[in-house]
């Protein structure tokens, strides 16, 4: 007999397994379709053949397994630009013209408005795919609307990767939402294509586009505003980052960006405002309906970002399925939406929106009810609290290890942020969103705006205190995609050791915690063997960090403390678990990496004669040298050349590179110089 429960959840595992297979490896189209038909009528026959059986059903595990994996293969691997027939890259020439379509409004900067777009035209050939739109800022130019379409002659350049060690790997991260190109558009080198009719999904983000221009002419402050539009819209375009680092260090980042909390209170909401449709025949069913209009309206109205439809997606199931009265199964509903959501798009996996939310409420599910067994209180504010708590808890748990890994930070905090904001945060959306309908209706007192106004202040003050317990906010945490997998291997043991208090359970817990101790111990001795030296890539100055085993030093010039470099640095570090590094504002000219001679040249003074002949030459800060005169006296097989060099002396050294067969290095363009030693 199948148990057709572990179905959605069997499904799931085994797409993801497939998805991140095809995204890091590909495959044939030809032979994944064969292979997909093949295993579908195994799966068929396999199907009728354990119905009528009452053995365990193997063969139907292994081939839906292997059917989800394929799927999940192809699926992907049907993205990739190499295999996509009609991606734009195959029909990019240099002077074609491009109809790019905005598809996305991104945070902007003091220097671009950011889109995500899609290119849905090269010359006269219709094509897909994503790309980064930058639209450089003028005084006079005003954003441009969502479902635009652009015109323009301009060529995508590829996107640049990490330039430093540890650092940020935009370009990756960009590939994994299956964009690989950018577009930085000047005034005067695009137009704007107007369409001749407007979608739905136009006219609503016209509607929201009215309601965020009527907020801006109310008399909130700019921090109340910035908060109130990303709260109430999903719109983060205003939020500084000092606010965004108050509420991240204080453990509420959640309430800035329109997630399964805001959905979840606002289906309590909605459901008690539509209450009074269950008294009437078929209300129930009414109800669900308006619920779930509601709910999509509402991911219309804040933008229909990927986050907010994958909130909103998963919710729904959930809503369905506790309308059908099977709130015990909840996990099951939450595998289906996780299951449709990947069909859908396969590319959710890798976003940390999807994974967060998704962990998070999988861990509620599984987690709340043990630990709420731990405690019955009698009070009903308590009970209120500690509910609350409870939540606040199995969340944190589930998603604890993805903060680890992408934050490197933890802020313990999020128990006080949730106790002090969570309780009111329905009053605060639901006021919210009845203040935007009086300002649409043009009906809205000054004594609303004055209440409402200091409600987001008062939010904003307690956020700003309690970013400021240092004691509670651990930053700079070393953690690896290894110390991931191992920690989710604890909370899974975990759950099953609190659920039974089994001896099996508690020792797959404690031999995850040797593994995560090993695991560590492992790194701390990588760390302190061997030497490396590095020169980072900053403009317009030089740092160089030379290791030898678990200790470094940094060299630089007077300004080794600026905050970029410190940024560098801590990067570095939290690649390199027990290093500890010392800094010295004079530039060191030698060093030795194995049986490895390095020089480094800047604008001091140097003589000709060395007494050793170097194999890797350093040139910083623009040295007025003769290249071709020094090259007759040393003889490098390498010359880097850093930020802190003139273009124009790069250009000249290169040329002279070249003539010699001697390696350029140029650091603007290749990022970071490494070497490394393990003597």
């Given amino acids: 007999m199948i148990d057709l429960k572990f179905l959605p959840a069997h499904f799931s595992l085994s797409l993801i397994a497939g998805i991140l297979f095809g995204f890091f490896f590909g495959c044939s189209m030809l032979f994944m379709l064969s292979a997909i038909l093949f295993l579908s009528v195994a799966l068929l026959l396999s199907y009728f053949k354990a119905v009528y059986s009452y053995r365990p059903p193997v063969l139907f595990a292994l081939f839906s397994v292997l059917l989800m994996m394929f799927y999940g293969v192809l699926i992907t691997s049907k993205t990739r630009p190499e295999t996509d027939n009609s991606h734009y890259a195959h029909n990019l020439r240099k002077g074609s013209t491009l109809r790019v379509k905005l598809t996305e409004e991104l945070k902007h900067n003091d220097y671009y408005f950011k889109y995500t777009g899609e290119i849905i035209g090269v010359g006269r050939n219709r094509t897909r795919g994503n790309i980064l739109v930058r639209i450089i800022k003028k005084e006079k130019r005003s954003l441009l609307k969502l479902n635009e379409t652009l015109f323009t002659y301009v060529e995508p350049s590829e996107l640049k990767g990490a330039m430093n060690p540890g650092a940020y790997d935009f370009k990756e991260a960009m590939k994994r939402k299956n964009i690989y190109h950018e577009l930085t558009l000047h005034e005067g080198e695009f137009i704007k294509l107007k369409s001749q009719k407007n979608s739905f999904k136009t006219k609503v983000l016209m509607l929201r586009s009215k309601m965020l221009e009527s907020l801006e002419k109310e008399e909130f402050s700019e921090e109340e505003l910035s908060v109130i539009k990303a709260l109430l819209l999903g719109s983060r375009q205003g939020l500084s980052n000092e606010t965004m680092i108050k509420y991240q260090k204080a453990g509420a980042m959640h309430l800035l960006a329109i997630s399964g909390l805001h959905i979840g209170i606002m289906i309590m909401i909605l459901s008690v405002i539509l209450k009074p449709l269950e008294r009437f025949k078929y209300g129930k069913k009414i109800k669900l309906v308006f619920l779930i209009m509601s709910l999509w309206f509402f991911a219309f109205l804040s933008g229909l970002s990927a986050s907010v439809i994958r909130a909103v997606g998963m919710f729904t199931i959930l809503t369905i399925g506790m309308y059908m009265a099977r709130n015990k199964k909840l996990d099951h509903y939450l595998f289906t939406a996780l299951f449709i959501s990947l069909i859908l798009n396969p590319r959710y996996v890798f976003d940390l929106g999807f994974q967060l939310s998704y962990s998070a409420v999988m861990s509620i599910i599984c987690f709340s009810p043990v630990i709420k067994s731990l405690w019955n209180p009698h009070h ?3 009970r209120y609290f500690w509910n609350l708590m409870v939540i606040s808890l199995s969340a944190q748990l589930g998603v604890l290890p993805l903060g680890l890994y992408y934050f490197h930070q933890f802020s313990a905090l999020f128990f006080i942020s949730s106790v002090c904001i969570i309780p009111f945060l329905g009053i605060i959306l639901g006021m919210g969103y009845f203040v935007i309908v009086l300002i649409y209706l043009d009906f809205l007192p000054d004594l609303f705006v004055d209440i409402y106004g200091w409600m987001i202040r008062i939010m904003n003050q307690t956020i700003e205190r309690l970013a400021g ?166 003889h490098p097989t390498t010359i880097v050349a850093d930020g802190s060099n003139f273009y124009s002396y790069k250009s000249l050294w290169e040329r002279t590179a070249e003539k010699g067969s001697i390696i350029f290095y140029d650091t603007a363009k290749n990022g970071a110089f490494t070497m490394e030693s393990s003597t």
């Avoid at 410190?566 to 030795?592: A, I, P, T």
Wanted: proline share 1%; glycine share 6%; aromatic share 12%.
């Fill in 380 to 382: 009903k504010l308590t």
């Fill in 469 to 634: 317990t240092h004691q509670l906010i651990f930053e700079n945490v070393f953690f690896t995609l290894l110390l991931l997998g191992l920690s989710y291997m604890l909370i899974f043991f975990l759950f099953f050791w609190m659920r039974n208090l089994r001896l099996k359970h508690l020792k797959g817990v404690l031999v995850c915690v040797i593994l995560i101790l090993l695991s560590l111990l492992a790194e701390k001795k990588t760390t302190h063997t061997g030497n490396s030296f590095v020169v980072f890539h900053q403009y317009k100055k030089s740092l160089v960090l030379y290791r030898s085993g678990g200790k470094g030093r940094v060299y630089g010039d007077k300004e080794i403390n600026n905050s970029f470099r410190q940024r560098l640095l801590k990067e570095y570090k939290l690649d390199h678990f027990g290093l500890e590094l010392g800094v010295s504002k004079q530039m060191r000219h030698f060093f030795n990496i194995g049986d490895k001679r390095i020089m480094v040249i800047d604008d001091h003074v140097i003589k000709s004669d060395f007494g050793f002949d170097p194999d890797i030459l350093i040139l910083m800060n623009s040295p007025k040298i003769n290249l071709e005169r020094l090259l007759l006296d040393v």
